[in-house]
């Protein structure tokens, strides 16, 4: 008897935002509208890609300066996000690939599609990527976002916000998000935070304010813990492959 | 149970998923190398493909902010990953990661056809590429399976094609092949809403 992780729990699609948001405009076209057909994980789901340092630069997660001209720095309020990468059973989620991107202190995403008027940071590149350690901790330094408007409603905002992708070890982990910062009034008027079904999934995704790690006179930090579905464990052999 | 945690909750990859992902693509170049660019590797045994398509939204239109993601097994059935019994060829990653063109909304990868891997329960899955879809408008990233039409046989005993009630919704999963200048090229087109919906599931 050899106690191996198994299945991962169900994802709680009620914690989630549904397909159809009505006041997020695009999700109307494209939402499927017949129910997900639900799978018991086999291993083409509780496997998944794996990084490692040979992938990424350690001077990636630095968004101050990794795209910076030598000797500058991007414009706006220096802050770090940092927390860890966790499962549901709150075990931590080491050597795992924590990407984000974002737009500059003036509201601005470096892209060839964004046409806000707000310049572009030229030492600013907008994303960053990282690897968690044995702990499962992870940090970005970076400038805070700034909010900027989007065409859903005439006069929308998106409230100041950073992208966060994570891998953990399965595809079934797979996840994508997005961080807003603690206080922010526009939080709760945005279209796509009210996708989110929930005050607490809301909560969940607002990054508090951490005096803490907040390095004085430099840099002010925000916590922001992820959390991946986690696995079942079991007294008996793994069942996926066998029995 | 009150001391499990909530997983966090998913917000949509919003239109400038690009510059997180694919930076290249957003028109900036940042990163020594972009993940996910080589599937298969220079090494992989197996039958060179190319897998390609458009994703179309409700309206029947191409949609041409997507991101796509592939993970897959080589073309022994085995993924590249400690819990998957067996070992892959030296560079073979499995993992792709592609955009739909601004203009055209077509995207593609190259990589080798994977073989058939262990299902549940004694089973045997026919050969598949797993895809995650993320875009601007979907607020949950999207998982469906690639099938291979050619794949008769072992698609008629696949325990997953099989649990889709509808045999007419089956076809959504069925990339069709054919040649192009002596390559192998498969097409898959998902739809995302409309009479011919990719099934997707909840993995």
């Known amino acids: 008897m050899t106690l191996s992780p198994a299945e ?3 994802r709680d699609r009620e914690w989630h935002p549904p397909a159809l948001t009505t006041g997020y405009k695009t999700s109307v076209a494209r939402s499927p509208k017949y129910s997900l057909i639900s799978l018991e994980n086999t291993v083409s789901e509780i496997t998944g890609p794996r990084f490692g340092h040979g992938d990424i630069d350690p001077l990636d997660k630095d968004m101050l300066h990794n795209y910076a001209a030598d000797g500058q720095s991007a414009i706006g309020e220096r802050i770090i996000i940092h927390g ?5 059973n709150a075990r931590p989620v080491p050597d795992t690939l924590v990407e984000a991107w974002q737009a500059n202190a003036g509201g601005r995403y470096r892209h060839k599609k964004d046409m806000y008027l707000a310049p572009i940071d030229p030492n600013f590149g907008g994303c960053g990527r990282t690897i968690t350690d044995a702990d499962g901790y ?3 330094r970076t400038v805070k976002p700034g909010a900027y408007p989007w065409r859903n409603w005439v006069n929308s905002w998106r409230p100041a916000h950073i992208h966060l992708s994570v891998f953990g070890t399965a595809f079934a982990q797979r996840l994508i998000t997005q961080l807003y910062f603690e206080g922010d009034p526009l939080i709760a008027k945005c279209p796509i935070v009210k996708t989110l ?7 969940q995704l607002t990054a508090k304010l951490d005096m803490n790690a907040t390095i004085p006179l430099d840099t002010i930090a925000y916590k922001f813990d992820i959390v991946l579905r986690g696995r079942r464990s079991t007294l008996f052999e793994n069942r996926l492959e066998g029995n | 149970m009150s001391d499990y945690l909530k997983e966090t909750p998913s917000q949509t990859a919003g ?5 997180g992902l694919a930076p290249g693509a957003a028109g900036f170049d940042i990163y020594d190398q972009e993940l996910g660019g080589d599937i298969a590797g220079p090494n992989a045994a197996g039958e060179r493909i190319r897998v390609e398509g458009l994703v179309i939204d409700g309206i029947g239109s191409p949609v041409k902010d997507v991101l796509l993601e592939a993970w897959q097994a080589n073309a022994a059935g085995v993924y590249a990953h400690p819990e998957s019994a067996g070992d892959v060829e030296d560079g073979f990653r499995g993992f792709g990661r ?7 909304g077509e995207w593609a990868f190259d990589t080798v056809k994977p ?3 262990a299902g549940r329960s004694g089973s045997v899955q026919a050969p598949h590429i797993n895809l995650w879809i993320v875009a601007r408008g979907i607020n949950v990233g999207l998982n469906t399976r690639i099938y291979f039409e050619d794949e008769v046989a072992a698609n008629a005993a696949d325990p997953v ?3 889709i009630e509808w045999e007419k919704r089956r076809a959504t999963l069925l990339a069709k092949r054919s040649e192009r200048d002596g390559q192998v090229v498969y097409r898959f087109d998902v739809c995302l809403q409309g009479d011919n919906e990719t099934v997707f599931f909840d993995i």
């Open chain 1, 8 to 10: 991962f729990y169900q």
């Open chain 1, 84 to 88: 860890r990468v966790l499962d549901e």
């Open chain 1, 138 to 140: 992870y940090y970005f």
């Open chain 1, 197 to 203: 079904p929930d005050p607490a999934t809301v909560e």
């Open chain 2, 15 to 19: 239109p400038f998923v690009h510059i």
């Open chain 2, 98 to 104: 592609v955009i739909t063109d601004f203009d055209t």
């Open chain 2, 115 to 117: 073989g058939p891997v």
């Open chain 2, 161 to 163: 094609i099989n649990l």
